[in-house]
């Protein structure tokens, strides 16, 4: 299993700062870092401050989330069949939904080969105070990726007062009490914290693990295996029943009838099937808050 950090933050937050000092001290671990670098630019800019030996993948000109999944599903492919490495870091761009992002690097081809251990944003804290200047879309977003984070980082602590300083620390954790807040500056976060997160909740012989740093995360996943067929009708009523707290699902589910499981998506309340001419896993990843307690179709009661 490879462990997985998607870092998220708005546009100067501090992000390639973390990503810098967080391979610094993985490789004082002696573990192997690897980094996937999505910038909307055409120039690697921020990629320039990984070194050589980082096994690296660059996405230019393009969002991790919605359209650029594939390209992230790639990506992660290839470094798994490649690259020698323990940590996967995903370094999205100031402009990427956290659940899109989260979204795009979960496959069920490698979801159980990977270990997601949550979502690390930089929150700029004088950018905090000062959001009402931002525009409605552009704070929309900052509040968006705050609100998803499993550990939240208030960065540039050292740009405010005292006061202001315990006046972001109490409006951080009251509009996202399952977070861990870090008060820091330059991206600094100790890795024995990264570490002892896990977000991910699993499923698999109908046995639930769910492992928490110090309280449930409101954004998390589900890995589901079938080992049953249904008919299209009777999986379309099950998603029909989902609370609105499931944002997304995507895998290949065994249809009766159907020589090869399906590839089915689901996304803002609309599904996709599409046929498979090669015989996939029946898995299916979910994403959504408090995950681990939607109900299974199929699952023992």
């Not at 693990?209 to 589900?222: H, Y």
Request: proline share 5%; charged share 25%; glycine share 6%.
């Amino acid at each position: 299993m490879k462990d997985v950090y998607l870092f998220s933050g708005f546009l100067g937050s501090g992000k390639t700062s973390m990503l810098k000092d967080v391979i610094r001290q993985l490789k004082e671990a002696k573990l192997k870092p690897a980094v996937i670098m999505n910038e909307l630019g055409k120039l690697p800019f921020d990629s320039q401050a990984v070194e050589g030996d980082v096994p690296l993948k660059e996405m230019l000109e393009g969002c991790i989330c919605c359209t650029g999944s594939e390209k992230t599903e790639a990506q992660i492919q290839s470094l798994l069949h490649d690259s020698d490495f323990d940590v996967l870091i995903i370094e999205t761009t100031g402009a990427a939904h956290p659940v899109e992002a989260l979204d795009a690097v979960y496959s069920p081809l490698f979801a159980d080969r990977l270990n997601i251990r949550g979502i690390v944003t930089v929150a700029d804290s004088r950018l905090w105070i000062d959001r009402s200047t931002l525009s409605p879309q552009a704070r929309s977003l900052f509040m968006e990726q705050i609100r998803h984070a499993h550990l939240l980082l208030a960065n540039k602590t050292d740009l405010l007062s005292e006061e202001e300083q315990a006046t972001v620390a109490i409006e951080l954790q009251g509009f996202n009490p399952k977070a861990f807040i870090l008060q820091t500056t330059n991206g600094k976060v100790p890795l024995k914290l990264l570490m002892n997160m896990q977000s991910t909740a699993r499923i698999s012989n109908d046995q639930v693990v769910s492992a928490k740093i110090g309280d449930s995360f409101n954004l998390g996943s589900r890995l589901v295996e079938f080992t049953t067929s249904f008919t299209q009708e009777a999986f379309e009523d099950w998603v029909r029943s989902l609370p609105e707290s499931v944002y997304r699902m995507k895998g290949y589910v065994p249809i009766e009838g159907i020589k090869n499981p399906m590839l089915f998506q689901y996304a803002y309340g609309m599904v996709q099937w599409l046929p498979e001419y090669i015989k996939m896993p029946a898995k299916l990843v979910m994403i959504g808050e408090n995950i681990g307690n939607v109900p299974i179709i199929g699952e023992r009661k």
